[in-house]
């Protein structure tokens, strides 16, 4: 019918779908049932959920090892590092003694947006953590700014596995440097 209208007037065809449209919406809007979400009631497969609203770790990080430059600086002579990008992959672990237990890796990349050379870190990280402690597993997905003057402030937007959906903030503090050698603590804060 539209396909005969349309070749009659084409304005009088364009109506007639604009309102064929309208009440096919309508149609469909009326009949969507609303289903309360209630995760309690749900049963999801996957690892127990993560009853703590705190996560610490630790991550170890080799400067020079597991880390590849992704993207040179954009025009150093003028600008310094800005536009740099590294992709890395570190260890995380429960604690920071010597031979700590390893409870998962933090695989991310970093951008340098210092926009002037300056000694100033600062860098947009944007991290995944692959969380393993034989009871809960899962990842976790942060992001933030790191900068040289502690303890940077990042936000938590996502999980899966045992910190599924999980919303929130955390820090990031350097809490070791030794040479090459450096130790981050991580002080995750779940708000949902």
Same mark, same amino acid.
């Given at each position: 019918?539209?396909?005969?209208?349309?070749?009659?007037?084409?304005?009088?065809?364009?109506?007639?779908?604009?309102?064929?449209?309208?009440?096919?919406?309508?149609?469909?809007?009326?009949?969507?049932?609303?289903?309360?979400?209630?995760?309690?009631?749900?049963?999801?497969?996957?690892?127990?959920?993560?009853?703590?609203?705190?996560?610490?770790?630790?991550?170890?990080?080799?400067?020079?090892?597991?880390?590849?430059?992704?993207?040179?600086?954009?025009?150093?002579?003028?600008?310094?590092?800005?536009?740099?990008?590294?992709?890395?992959?570190?260890?995380?672990?429960? $604690?920071?003694?010597?031979?700590?237990?390893?409870? !998962?890796? %933090?695989?991310?990349?970093? #951008?340098?947006?210092? +926009? /002037?050379?300056?000694?100033?870190?600062?860098?947009?990280?944007?991290?995944?953590?692959?969380?393993?402690?034989?009871?809960?597993?899962?990842?976790?997905?942060?992001?933030?700014?790191?900068?040289?003057?502690?303890?940077?402030?990042?936000?938590?937007?996502?999980?899966? $596995?045992?910190?599924?959906?999980?919303?929130?903030? !955390?820090? %990031?503090?350097?809490?070791? #440097?030794?040479?090459? +050698? /450096?130790?981050?603590?991580?002080?995750?804060?779940?708000?949902?």
């Amino acid at each position: 019918m539209a396909a005969l209208l349309w070749k009659i007037n084409r304005e009088a065809a364009a109506t007639f779908l604009t309102f064929a449209m309208a009440v096919a919406f309508e149609w469909i809007f009326q009949t969507a049932e609303a289903v309360p979400c209630r995760m309690e009631e749900t049963q999801i497969p996957g690892p127990p959920p993560f009853p703590e609203c705190r996560l610490q770790y630790y991550v170890e990080v080799m400067i020079g090892e597991v880390s590849q430059n992704l993207l040179p600086p954009i025009n150093e002579s003028q600008t310094g590092p800005f536009g740099h990008a590294k992709l890395f992959a570190f260890n995380a672990t429960a $604690g920071p003694q010597t031979a700590p237990t390893r409870i !998962g890796s %933090v695989r991310g990349f970093t #951008l340098n947006s210092a +926009y /002037r050379p300056s000694e100033m870190i600062d860098l947009i990280e944007v991290e995944l953590i692959s969380y393993d402690d034989g009871v809960y597993r899962g990842t976790i997905q942060i992001q933030g700014e790191i900068r040289s003057i502690p303890a940077n402030e990042i936000a938590i937007v996502g999980g899966t $596995g045992s910190f599924r959906g999980v919303r929130g903030y !955390g820090f %990031v503090q350097q809490v070791l #440097l030794e040479d090459r +050698y /450096r130790r981050y603590h991580h002080d995750l804060h779940f708000i949902n």
